[in-house]
């Protein structure tokens, strides 16, 4: 299960989750996809909105409530290993929202493509997800995306075992 979190800031406690997106991967292909925005109460800062493209009156218009989504997320991580990229930083923000809806967090196997990429690959001058996706000639259509970042991140992972990168 690949998986990318878009957020509102940098800390889990005082910042939320804006956007959910997962690929389920049954033998090396997609096998499902999962993508919702998370409507704000504060709306979206004007940082994330020039990183993410992602304006309040999109999340107003198409955000449902955490209450809604997580379960759904929950549901369709199932007990899939979660592969992602910095996954420490999404993993305490699905932590923390667990926590503020009384759910049990997940305890899902976590593989970070970023851990990985810095053991493995050395000709690069930063390990941005962006970086690695030129190195491996990906499409990088739309980044800072949750579902666009899975699909980075899927193409990554593919490449990282073709090359033997990564064990």
């Known amino acids: 299960m ?4 878009e957020t509102t800031g ?18 090396n292909q997609k096998a499902g996809t999962f993508s919702r925005l998370v409507s ?21 218009r198409e955000g449902q409530p955490l209450e809604e989504v997580l379960p759904e997320f929950l549901q369709f991580l199932g007990e899939d290993t979660i592969v992602g990229y910095n996954l420490p930083f999404d993993m305490r923000f699905l932590q923390e929202a667990c926590r503020a809806c009384g759910m049990r967090p997940p305890t899902n196997r976590c593989v970070d493509l970023l851990s990985a990429a810095r053991r493995k690959v050395f000709d ?41 990168a990564f064990t």
């Not at 800390?11 to 997106?21: A, M, N, R, V, W």
């Not at 704000?40 to 107003?60: F, H, I, N, W």
């Not at 499409?139 to 073709?162: M, N, Q, T």
């Open 2 to 5: 690949i998986v990318d979190l």
């Open 10 to 27: 940098l800390s889990p406690g005082q910042d939320k989750i804006l956007e959910f997106g997962a690929i389920r991967v049954r033998g």
């Open 40 to 60: 704000q109460e504060k709306g979206v800062p004007q940082t994330v909105l020039a990183l993410t493209g992602m304006d309040s009156a999109l999340v107003e």
């Open 124 to 164: 690069v001058p930063d390990f941005k997800l962006t970086t690695l996706a030129a190195r491996f000639s990906l499409d990088v259509s739309a980044p800072h995306r949750a579902l666009g970042d899975c699909e980075i991140l899927f193409s990554l992972y593919e490449k990282l075992k073709e090359n033997e």
